[in-house]
């Protein structure tokens, strides 16, 4: 009896330690760690507990300058070989509307600094403030052809040119001859060229300048022939204008392509450029050739291969004077 007393006391007191040691340990385990010490790191996936390497920011790549313009020596150059050098037919393999080894929308602004430093011009020689802007690629490079070993003719009028490039591509440009020397005239420039695929004048009275002290104003009319050659608006294209005045009191008066008081402009134009635009300020009154002078295309050539010159009637006379 006392065995079996005893036998039970010794289960109940190893029940009691049993029990007492889970709750502890449940009780361990769900306790908030003592305040000051710190909680224990979670272990990351790889089993390290530090955080991980942060790499610094990366810095935006810098912009690669544009590379500076290479100023080129210009040659020395006599007037009469400037002139002929700016003759747009000349036998070197380059034809309109490439002009002077320029193509338009392909040559670049190192390029056109080449180009003109072969006529003498040099960064000094630019219309001010044009060199400086074109260091961007971007402006117009324009000068007078000034610069030449010996001076001008008597009362000639120098060449000037005007190219614009953007974004480092030829966009257009434009030669300007006071003096129209024999390449630039009109008969000789249907003769290399042909017929246009536009051709349209205008006959207007001058404005109300002294132009010479034999001419009267009222025997003045002024007028504007413009040629343009454009096979497509997707490429290339070329063109002319003329600008002169010619008397009308004469017996049989006439129109002349020829000096005195005659201006040629020239202009070349990349693809998208509309020709011609800008050597004219005024486009206003401008109708095709036969609507104005009442020739074809034919007569008109025919008219100025003799001699520059065509027939204009006192009626037409009569009829542009009270237009103006």
């Not at 001076?151 to 006071?178: I, T």
């Not at 390449?183 to 246009?196: E, H, K």
């Not at 009275?205 to 002294?210: D, E, G, I, K, V």
């Not at 005045?245 to 004469?250: A, Y």
């Amino acid at each position: 009896m006392v065995m079996v007393r005893s036998l039970t006391a010794l289960l109940l007191v190893m029940v009691l330690v049993a029990c007492g040691g889970s709750a502890e340990s449940t009780e361990t385990a769900n306790e908030p760690p003592i305040e000051g010490t710190a909680a224990p790191a979670e272990a990351e996936p790889d089993g390290n507990a530090e955080d991980p390497i942060r790499l610094p920011p990366t810095e935006p790549a810098a912009a690669t300058p544009t590379p500076t313009l290479a100023a080129i020596e210009p040659v020395s150059i006599s007037y009469a070989t400037l002139i002929e050098q700016m003759n747009p037919f000349l036998a070197d393999g380059c034809d309109l509307p490439c002009y002077g080894g320029l193509e338009p929308g392909e040559s670049s602004t190192q390029d056109v600094l080449a180009f003109y430093a072969n006529l003498g011009i040099g960064v000094d020689d630019y219309i001010p403030g044009d060199y400086l802007q074109a260091e961007d690629r971007t402006g117009r490079l324009g000068a007078w052809l000034l610069r030449t070993e010996d001076l001008p003719p008597a009362n000639a009028l120098p060449p000037r040119l005007e190219l614009y490039v953007e974004d480092d591509a030829l966009r257009y440009a434009y030669v300007v001859w006071g003096d129209v020397p024999d390449y630039a005239s009109v008969p000789t420039i249907l003769q290399q060229l042909g017929q246009p695929s536009q051709i349209d004048m205008r006959v207007i009275q001058p404005p109300r300048l002294q132009i010479d002290e034999d001419i009267g104003q009222e025997a003045v009319l002024a007028f504007t022939l413009r040629l343009i050659y454009q096979e497509d608006e997707a490429l290339s294209s070329y063109g002319f204008s003329f600008e002169g005045l010619f008397r009308t009191d004469q017996a049989e008066p006439r129109m002349c392509f020829q000096e005195p008081f005659f201006s040629a402009t020239m202009g070349t134009f990349a693809p998208g450029e509309v020709p011609l635009e800008d050597a004219l300020t005024d486009l206003e009154g401008l109708a095709p050739l036969e609507e104005v002078l009442g020739l074809s295309y034919q007569a008109f050539a025919d008219e100025l291969a003799d001699d520059g010159c065509v027939p204009v009637s006192f009626e037409q006379i009569q009829q542009w004077s009270s237009e103006g």
